[in-house]
């Protein structure tokens, strides 16, 4: 039996939207730790820190919306993720609206989605969330999602990475609510993903809230697609925000110390996914296991 419905591509700007894919698709795709609030999400966008896009399946007979998506091209905050894209706004700025697009929204499920948050200081993008509704992965909307919004943030921003966070497969085990790592880690490879060799840990979410170790973080696109490594500098520049901006301070305990120590250089290797062994490991304990609590 053919589907009743067909996906598209479209911004996500209304807060019903905007809800829905909070609520149907990421909470149900990232652990508490790595998704921030519903309150947080929604203020992020209304401040421009975040832009979605999503794959919405509009009822047969729907009008589809009048023009493909695209993002804007304006200045943006910090931000970064896990699926594992995982959260938090930095910089007062944000990535903008949407030229061309029309005001109205088509009426349909949203069943996927992609949250980039992007740095203007560091030229940094980060896909800070992508997810499909349990009972839709596969079919290659994932793939079409991301292909269409890193293009469009390549072209628009002009940034000198697009980055992602990944949970390290040998770390994280597989579920059936928040999926494979490993499978995670080989879509993004297929999509011309690279690991950075820095010992990676997603910040907590607020001061005092729980991080997430034994991260991957990784480059979906740079300026230069055949280069072995990355400036370093716009990465300093960029985590230091994002750690700002999550935690509310950047903590001055060994994971971080650790982090930015990989970060002193002027170059930062790019390693193929068959290079773990060759990556630092952001591990976690004891009082590191939570961000410094607000002074």
Do not use: C
Not at 28 to 48: I, Q, W
Not at 180 to 195: I, M, N, S
Not at 262 to 269: E, I
């Amino acid at each position: 039996m053919p589907p009743a419905s067909s996906p598209v591509v479209v911004p996500l700007r209304s807060v019903e939207q905007l809800t829905q894919l909070y609520r149907d698709v990421l909470s149900p795709s990232f652990p508490p730790a790595e998704l921030v609030s519903l309150d947080s999400f929604l203020a992020d966008h209304a401040a421009g820190h975040l832009e979605s896009l999503g794959v919405v399946e509009v009822p047969d007979g729907a009008a589809p919306p009048a023009a493909p998506a695209a993002v804007g091209s304006g200045p943006g905050g910090a931000g970064t993720g896990s699926d594992g894209v995982g959260a938090g706004p930095g910089g007062p700025d944000g990535v903008s609206t949407v030229p061309g697009a029309t005001g109205s929204e088509p009426t349909g499920r949203v069943v996927a989605g992609v949250v980039g948050s992007w740095s203007a200081e560091a030229r940094v993008l980060l896909v800070q969330y992508l997810a499909i509704a349990p009972g839709r992965r596969g079919g290659g909307i994932g793939a079409a999602l991301l292909g269409a919004a890193v293009s469009a943030w390549l072209t628009n921003l002009r940034p000198v990475m697009v980055l992602g966070e990944v949970e390290h497969p040998r770390f994280h085990a597989a579920s059936e609510a928040h999926g494979d790592p490993e499978a995670r880690l080989r879509f993004y490879a297929r999509h011309g993903g690279r690991v950075l060799a820095v010992p990676y840990f997603q910040p907590g979410n607020e001061p005092g809230a729980e991080r997430v170790p034994a991260l991957l973080l990784m480059t979906l696109a740079t300026e230069a697609p055949e280069a072995t490594s990355v400036p370093a500098a716009p990465l300093r520049t960029f985590l230091r925000e994002y750690f700002e901006g999550s935690e509310g301070s950047l903590a001055d305990d060994a994971p971080t110390r650790a982090l930015l120590d990989a970060l002193s250089g002027d170059r930062v290797a790019l390693l193929g996914v068959d290079e773990l062994d060759r990556v630092p490991v952001g591990l976690l304990d004891g009082s590191s296991l939570r961000a410094p609590a607000a002074g």
